[in-house]
T-cell receptor
Framework: DAMVIQNPRYQVTQFGKPVTLSCSQT?????MYWYQQKSSQAPKLLFH???????NEADTPDNFQSRRPNTSFCFLDIRSPGLGDAAMYLC??????????????FGPGTRLTVT | GQNIDQPTEMTATEGAIVQINCTYQ??????LFWYQQHAGEAPTFLSY????GLEEKGRFSSFLSRSKGYSYLLLKELQMKDSASYLC?????????FGTGTRLLVSP
């Protein structure tokens, strides 16, 4: 049974053309995360939501925005994708925040290509 | 700041034992996770250590020394399907910070 679902699995967009990636969860977890992972690199946290409370990482570019309209769904909007934004985007959820030792459940990821 | 170091790549043969080390320096520490990530797939949870010592779970064990900023993941009776990247991740200040991962190649 899928627990963290990401759509689409593969997304191709043009340079500068806005794109939205989606994530949904059936776990009813409080926290949802978006990570960017480039080839052979560690997943890099972009931001997270604790319920409706949005937490942006200091080094996340303004080009990246996020929305969480309800507990189950979270979206990643890239307003003007550049070639350097091509990466795997991973959505994850956890019952509580990472500092309390709750494991994160990852979706299968969306691989973004920018042409 | 936070710094997490792991070897980039390791090789081992089927049936062997391999130990993947992780050292970390963080300004805040709550615990340490190990995740497995197959190529092109999402990370999956392997273990979590918050206290010093060894946690055993089947073929996989994880060790933590908080005073030394050191952890290792021990994989026994290696199988071909264990070929993957192994990510060490540290929790602190309410977020998870990943190392770059160790790519393990298991050969017959």
């Amino acid at each position: 049974d899928a627990m963290v679902i990401q759509n689409p699995r593969y997304q191709v967009t043009q340079f500068g053309k806005p794109v939205t990636l989606s994530c949904s969860q059936t776990l009813n977890h409080n926290v949802m995360y978006w990570y960017q992972q480039k080839s052979s690199q560690a997943p890099k946290l972009l931001f997270h939501y604790y319920d409706k409370d949005f937490n942006n990482e200091a080094d996340t570019p303004d080009n990246f925005q996020s929305r969480r309209p309800n507990t189950s769904f979270c979206f990643l909007d890239i307003r003007s994708p550049g070639l350097g934004d091509a990466a795997m985007y991973l959505c994850a959820t956890s019952r509580e925040r990472a500092g309390q030792g709750h494991e994160q459940y990852f979706g299968p990821g969306t691989r973004l290509t920018v042409t | 700041g936070q710094n997490i170091d792991q070897p980039t790549e390791m090789t081992a043969t089927e049936g062997a034992i391999v130990q993947i080390n992780c050292t970390y320096q963080t300004s805040g520490f709550n615990g340490l996770f190990w995740y497995q990530q197959h190529a092109g797939e999402a990370p999956t949870f392997l273990s979590y250590n918050v206290l010093d010592g060894l946690e055993e779970k089947g073929r996989f064990s994880s060790f933590l020394s908080r005073s030394k900023g050191y952890s290792y993941l021990l994989l026994k009776e290696l199988q071909m399907k264990d070929s993957a990247s192994y990510l060490c991740a540290v929790t602190g200040f309410q977020k998870l910070v990943f190392g770059t991962g160790t790519r393990l190649l298991v050969s017959p």
